[in-house]
């Protein structure tokens, strides 16, 4: 339904643009709510786009900027001149005009700046790394002193009319901008009008920090069900807040930068939009590695190439074993990066996970060299050749949770990212460890087979 | 540190247990966030859990029963006499009693509705699938009339004092109860006190409908940036409410499900933490239909078995082409499921995406085709063989990238999820078609190799 509203806009601003009825195209995209209105616009040729960006007013534009994927924003931004640049920036929420800003070249982002006049409020948000809390935090929220009447924070509700990232919490602040205590928009309004923000808050404050990993900040959200995180330097000092909008947007990134990365994509910005030139770049460099990892397999078969051709039906069920292998490790992989990006492993769990999933790996090995074994017995007519493949799948099978278990948890131990490379090694492991197997038993029992 | 908060308690709790010391325990438990004290639970053992759970007070109970996973909650609240497991889903938010009721059996379940005094809020939620908005959202919203003044919605809040999930929004309904309208807290607190509801409402709600799927509500809310989502049934009278909270659980459980479909892991609510026989259960028949894939491709090399033995290097190299389609397919698979997810893709556009890939693939094919080619050339010093597997490549590679992004279209379009067993389609034929790629060509070559 929302994808026919934004088709059906497309079209008229397209017929409107054709007829050059420029007032008629903003109309039309005026319509949409602004998520959608980036949709339709992104759709655009970029002619069209640079007609429209000329016309706009600095309110639209600004939303157009903060709902636009990252680089699309930026390169947007840089088309314009730096006076609109600078009241756009003005316009947009600070978190959203710092990310812009951090994608401009030095030159032309200090030059904005220069011209801004809430360039005070972004400028610390520059100095954070883009996937930290502080990265991800705005610095528009509404701080009070525990001196405070119920009364007053209302009045200066009303005096500031927020209009911004919603401020459901107010937090209550020091004199010296630390941290205290923190109320509810609902504590406000039930609390009688004479009550201080000291009786009404709650004191016992759950906060992230500036440089922490905006994956962990979003867990805490979510596992506290929060709709904002305050996030404190290292003095303790308030410096932004982390809202509910961030936290959806940081749970689907980092959700697509697992899937990505356990499928070798390593850029968690492609999309299946991207143009092609930048998906090969991205992509085939992953690639290429898993080549590397596929011709060591193939060495490692290489030093068997004289059994091969005498038993050439070793070339028939080889890769059932490397294969098997690596589906098995896979399943380990997914499970324990998924735990871990859910914060639900520690070093604690970590032995008995590898256990756990050892028992798993030779329960399944079992089960299905059995099968295997004694599909292929008779198929074939040789008990050797199942018993074999029996074998080789329990052994391979086994590495391979075990492999998929602790490549991650080692990943994580030196503090990369557990998916990123893990499935090329686990199926670097598989693959070798599985034709190794095989072949190796088959020279065993080569006088059966 | 939240981990280590949580060792020393459950230390704290299994000393004064074993001291007999109830009451120490419960105090240690009670010092954790309900968060926390439901993992420190779920670690106590068996015994001590029914210990601890015979003596909590009726709204730690409720606490713990709404943070543990869904299966635990269940398997605790069975254990409860029907009175106080009635009175302990009194104090649960409505969404989480019903989802326990949904887990017992329908007779316990019967009973403990007979005896709870809230049961008219939990009965129409029961009836919604659980995944769907209906099955997320709850019953507990505030509801005014459009001539209710804002002081007046603010001394209905005074009243009720809201303590369960957060009500930043009041929703206006008319008088058969249909959505009109919502007003923000923050709207309501900066209002004249005077001003009626209708004065200060939004009249465009964006909503959900109780038998839409949660993925698609919850991308509605992640896309505008929604902290609750207003839910009606087909006459467009408001049933309840989603919050922010219910859409972290959402996208955490439909990430989960997604990685784990894409490495044959069908059941989302599995953990490293289950237990082995329930893991093997929901693993090994996906390991099944991966050996009978594997079996096929088998299959498919037995034909050439005979070319194979006159040429056992083939042996070494067919894995490799193989293996590198599989690779290139998992890439377009992840990028495709993940943007069906987001919803970044409609039909509109999916013939775009085919195309692209398709292009994206010969690229790549043609890459690692000459690299391995030139390679295996210099390896082995026959030209020949360097060039079968480069064609065998390049042909793997695009049906692999073409197959990896049609397969969750397909999935999709006949309604079933694009994630489920697709990468064992996938890899069935880039298997299947690599072995068939390489080896054909092998033998249209078969006198120079």
Chains 1, 2 share one sequence.
């Not at 806009?9 to 039309?28: D, K, P, S, V």
């Not at 994509?265 to 930048?278: E, F, M, Q, R, Y």
Request: glycine fraction near 6%; hydrophobic fraction near 50%.
């Amino acid at each position: 339904m929302r994808q026919n509203t934004i088709d059906l806009t497309l079209e008229e601003i397209r017929a409107a643009l054709e007829a050059e009825n420029i007032h008629g195209a903003i109309q039309a995209l005026h319509r949409l709510r602004p998520a959608d209105r980036a949709d339709a616009f992104s759709d655009l040729d970029d002619n069209s786009q640079q007609v429209l960006l000329t016309e706009l007013d600095i309110e639209t534009t600004a939303d157009l900027l903060e709902e636009l994927e990252d680089l699309t924003a930026a390169d947007m931004a840089d088309t314009l001149t730096t006076e609109r640049l600078a009241d756009v920036l003005d316009e947009m929420e600070p978190d959203e005009a710092a990310d812009v800003l951090g994608d401009l070249t030095p030159e032309r982002a200090a030059e904005a700046l220069a011209e801004m006049e809430d360039a005070q409020e972004v400028i610390p948000l520059l100095e954070h790394e883009d996937e930290t809390a502080g990265g991800l935090m705005t610095t528009s929220f509404i701080a009070l002193s525990p001196e405070n009447t119920a009364n007053e924070a209302v009045q200066i509700l009303r005096r500031i009319r927020p209009d911004t990232e919603i401020p459901y919490y107010l937090y209550v602040v020091d004199s010296n901008y630390r941290l205290t205590g923190i109320v509810g928009l609902r504590e406000l309004v039930i609390a009688s009008p004479a009550n201080t923000v000291m009786e009404i808050m709650d004191p016992e404050v759950i906060y992230a920090t500036t440089t922490m990993d905006q994956e962990v900040a979003a867990n805490i959200m979510a596992r506290y069900d929060l709709a904002a995180l305050p996030v404190l330097n290292e003095e303790g000092r308030l410096q932004g807040v982390i809202t509910h909008d961030d936290l959806y947007d940081v749970l689907e990134e980092e959700a697509t930068e697992d899937i990505y990365r356990l499928a070798n994509v390593a850029d968690g910005d492609l999309t299946i939009h991207s143009p092609i030139s930048l998906s090969v770049r991205r992509r085939l460099p992953w690639l290429f590695l898993n080549t590397l990892t596929a011709l060591f397999a193939a060495w490692v078969i290489s030093h068997y190439e004289t059994l091969i051709a005498q038993i050439a039906i070793l070339a028939v069920f080889q890769s059932v074993v490397a294969g098997m292998g690596g589906n098995a490790g896979t399943q380990s992989l997914a499970m324990v990066v998924r735990a871990i990006a859910l914060g639900d492993i520690s070093t604690r769990n970590a032995l008995r996970t590898i256990v756990k999933e050892g028992g798993t790996g030779i329960i399944q090995g079992i089960c299905v060299g059995i099968a295997v074994g004694l599909g292929v017995y008779l198929w074939k007519g040789n008990i050797f050749l199942g018993l074999v493949l029996c074998l080789a799948l329990i052994g391979n099978m086994f590495v391979a949770v075990v492999v998929g278990t602790m490549v991650p948890l080692l990943l994580k131990a030196v503090k990369l990212d557990p998916a990123l490379a893990s499935s090329v090694l686990v199926t670097a492991v598989t693959d070798s460890v599985g034709f190794f197997l095989f072949l190796s038993l088959a020279a065993v029992f080569q006088g059966y087979l």
